[in-house]
């Protein structure tokens, strides 16, 4: 049995339950932008297959745009619409905390973010209140479950908190959303859907954004005490 039959199999279909399939047309409207999402909705669909239940809408979380932007993107499949909000990265993908995803991680503690395919579970009360439970299928993000990557809402998330500080807040590797926003998540994406995260940076008039170079880091130089008077130090530098 393969990790996406288990994770169907064991966690989900006693919370939800399977439910058919229901597969759409996909039109091809909308700005390229919005073109380019329903193909990666439908590429990443069929490589889920059999875990998603539920194929009508996909989340894709365009990472390689600045958290300042609407990087959320819901791919409606049968009304044929893109709708495009807010969301929040890990601490551990963007430590200069510039609204920017530098890195992603798998591992425990890294707060950072996941890239890859996620199937959406069951809603549960957490630390953030009402939040979704998602299961990571692919080894970038297969440890998911264990280090508590779910959906969330968070004020750090808000249209004020953008206002205010020209970015988001940032998550322990989340996908952080404000109030209102969230909401929309909970009734569109929750139970059995599609959830993708990757740098594809997708700007909303279908160009790609560039993210700024880091910054280059100062060369740290070894301070050594000058030597005893006749002393010789055969390796400088080692101590």
Same mark, same amino acid.
């Given at each position: ?97 510039? #609204? ?25 009360? #957490? ?8 299961? #990571? ?103």
């Amino acid at each position: 049995m393969n990790r996406r039959e288990i994770i169907k199999g064991g966690i989900v279909a006693g919370a939800l339950g399977a439910l058919p399939a229901r597969v759409f047309a996909q039109p091809m409207a909308g700005s390229l932008r919005d073109r380019e999402l329903f193909a990666i909705a439908k590429r990443e669909l069929d490589k889920a297959g059999d875990a998603i239940w539920k194929r009508d809408i996909v989340g894709i979380a365009d990472y390689g745009v600045r958290s300042s932007e609407p990087r959320f993107h819901f791919v409606n499949l049968g009304l044929g619409k893109v709708d495009s909000y807010h969301v929040s990265h890990g601490t551990g993908s963007d430590p200069e905390h510039d #609204g920017w995803l530098n890195n992603y991680s798998n591992v425990e503690g890294s707060n950072a973010t996941s890239k890859g395919a996620y199937v959406t579970w069951e809603w549960y009360k #957490g630390r953030y209140g009402t939040s979704v439970r998602l299961g #990571g299928l692919d080894p970038t993000n297969d440890n998911a479950l264990r280090r508590y990557i779910v959906m969330h809402r968070a004020k750090y998330a808000e249209q004020s908190h953008l206002e205010r500080w020209g970015r988001l807040g940032r998550s322990n590797g989340c996908f952080a959303m404000g109030e209102d926003q969230f909401r929309i998540a909970l009734l569109n994406l929750s139970g059995g859907r599609l959830l993708y995260a990757d740098s594809l940076g997708l700007a909303a008039d279908g160009s790609r954004v560039t993210p700024p170079a880091p910054e280059p880091k100062p060369d740290l130089k070894i301070l050594q005490p000058d030597p005893p008077q006749g002393e010789q130090i055969l390796n400088p530098g080692v101590y």
